[in-house]
Structures are given as C-alpha cells and as structure tokens.
C-alpha cells in the first residue's frame, strides 16, 4: 500500500499502527528541555533542571540514529521541540542530521522565536521546511507579562525573518487563556488579513504543576470556532501527517486560523503522533506514564533493526485516549518536559 506522490516520489505506508487502528506519521522529538522564557503556563519560575538527564541530551548522532528509525517505519514529518530548540548550540547541525533520511517529508520547529531573525535563513539552507512560533499577545507588555522576556519586537522580526528566507507559510501558536487573550480575536484576525501566518490558537492544558492557572485560565476552543463560523470561516480538510489542528480559511484573509482542543469529545481519535524526550524516552501519549527508553540502541548504526523493532512494539502500548478529562495529567508536570 502507498500513499500518494509527493514531487514524484512514492512514500510507503507507515509500520506504526495501533491497537485502535491508527497510522502514526508524525514525530515530535524534543531536544532540551530547557528554556529561556518563563511562560506563565508552562515554567512561571524558570528553567529548573530535573536532575533526569544525567548522560545529557541526544546527541547529533543519536538524533541521526532515531529519526532514520523512524523514518524507515513510515515516519514522514519530524518537529524539533524543546524547551526552546534553538538554544542548542548544534542546532542548525541537528536539522541537517534530520534532513538525511529522504523519506521525512518535513522538518519544523516550534520556537519562541528570539533567536528566529538571526538564524531564519541558516535553519532554511541546512533543510528546515516549516517554522512555528509561540506568540501569545500581540500586545508588547502583556506578551512580557505572560513570557517573562521583554522580547516582543525581536519575535515580530523574526517572523518577518522567516517570510524573508524563504518559507510560504509561518504558523503561530497562542495558548487561549480566559481573560488574558480569548477576548482578542479581532486583533488577531486584523494581523493575518495580509499575512500568510496560520494562527493557532490552543486550549490551556492541565499540567502537573499547573492545576491552579488551569482552572483560572481554561476557555474552551468551540468558543472561537463558533465565533469564526458565524462570520463565514470555512472548515478544511485535515492532511494524514497533519497536527491536531481544525485549521479554518476565510476567502479575505491570507492567513488561516487553527483550533487545538485536547478536550473536545474524539479529540485522540485522529492522533498521528508519537513524541521522544531529549533523553531519548519513547513517549505515546503527552499526558501518559512512563516512557520506552531507546538511548541503548542508538550508540551505533548496527542496532537500527532493534531500534525499530522496539519503537513498533511499544505501539501495542498505546492508550485510546488521554485521562485530562478526569484531571490525570500523567507524568507532564509541565510542557517544556517532553516538547508540548
């Protein structure tokens, strides 16, 4: 069985099935989980080290080694996430490493952006294909009072950047949080009028360490979708490789808008991806327990077969679903620990 072709090349379905019958194409593979902003949702007080990764973070090699596994068993996109990826000084190497295995499709990041407008072009050149950026205001002092970091105009630049070296689109994440930005919608909407910026906005998550701010904070995402319905957005089709994302068009705006609702009723039933730590831990779920640790197969090219054959196997694994609806947030105590 085949996929469609992509630029005249046939990519082979995926091994990666579950228990439930879903496909899994997507990989989000952290690469620190440290970070310099202070996200009021995400690390209010800092970067504190866990103390779990004691051998360090995967190394240039060791991410050749995961990503080729993957890609031999169907995986077609890689997100590079952290923490905040770029504050890896290999990074632009890690991108590169990604870019060998001919089979991966897309290579993308999420960043906060600060460091975007004076590496946009380089991440490019070494074979990076989308950007994400984390932009949860648009208004300079609130977006220091929710970040930590008075760095609004330099993230601006940076998606201005990244238009600049050369990629069609930039997608922009924004966490919706009740009385802080669910109430913007129009301001948001006025910038990606001329913008090809696909705007995501995505539902506050409960964390470990973020109970409290969740109950203040959380608005459900229908909210904004009957909002954008009212005013003629239309629903598109979701891509097999894509994110969770209800991504809406509107024939007056260049930009779209993006829905990510963990909460909503089948939220897992289209989910298409798998996450490994920057300590090389399999992880099945975002909000699950435990992980399957890989870093013993991934000291050298012999083991690729074992490496795969255990990636596969962990798939039997897999829950139907996350527990958030019942206030389990497994093992994330917060979503710098395993990419978000």
């Known amino acids: 069985m085949t996929v469609p072709p992509v ?8 091994q ?3 228990a439930y019958a879903r496909k899994f194409y997507y990989l989000r593979l952290s690469i620190t989980d440290v970070c310099n902003f ?13 103390g779990v990764n004691n051998n360090g973070f995967l190394t240039v090699d060791e991410i050749r080694r995961v990503t080729r596994a993957f890609s031999a068993l169907g995986t077609e996109k890689v997100r590079l996430t952290g ?13 590169a490493a990604v870019r060998e295995n001919q089979d991966i499709r897309q290579i993308a990041v999420t960043t906060n952006g600060y460091r975007l407008a004076r590496d946009a072009a380089a991440w490019r050149d070494a074979g990076l294909t ?3 950026v984390s932009v949860d205001s648009l208004d300079a002092r609130q ?5 930590g970091q008075d760095k609004f105009q330099q993230v601006m630049d940076g998606i201005d950047a990244a238009f600049a070296a050369g990629f069609e689109k930039v997608k922009v994440n924004t966490v919706l949080m009740r009385d802080v930005n669910h109430h913007q919608l129009d301001t948001f909407l ?8 696909q705007l995501r906005f995505i539902e506050l998550m409960e964390t470990g360490e973020g109970s409290d701010l969740f109950r203040k904070h959380h608005i459900s995402g229908m909210v904004l979708r009957d909002a954008l319905l009212r005013r003629g957005w239309i629903h598109q089709l979701r891509h097999h490789s894509d994110g969770p994302a209800q991504v809406f068009c509107h024939p007056d705006y260049e930009g779209e808008i993006g829905l990510i609702m963990p909460y909503e009723k089948d939220f897992c039933a289209s989910c298409n991806r798998l996450r490994v730590s920057s300590i090389g831990k399999l992880h099945l779920c975002l909000f699950g327990d435990g992980g399957v640790d890989l870093r013993d197969l991934l000291t050298e090219d012999a083991q690729q077969q074992a490496l795969e054959t255990r990636i596969a196997a962990a798939l039997a694994h897999k ?19 395993i990419g978000g």
């Not at 977006?143 to 970040?147: D, P, V």
Request: positive net charge; contains cysteine.
């Open 7 to 14: 630029f005249g090349k046939v990519y082979m379905a995926t």
């Open 16 to 18: 990666l099935t579950d």
């Open 38 to 50: 202070r996200c009021t949702y995400c690390l209010p007080d800092g970067y504190k080290p866990s």
């Open 83 to 95: 923490g905040e990826p770029s504050l890896r000084r290999d990074f632009t190497d890690i991108i």
């Open 130 to 132: 989308a950007v994400n």
């Open 143 to 147: 977006f220091h009072a929710i970040t």
């Open 190 to 197: 006025a910038w990606i009028k001329p913008r090809r910026i």
């Open 319 to 337: 829950k139907q679903t996350h527990f958030l609806h019942q206030g389990n947030t497994g093992i994330t105590q917060n979503l710098s620990y």
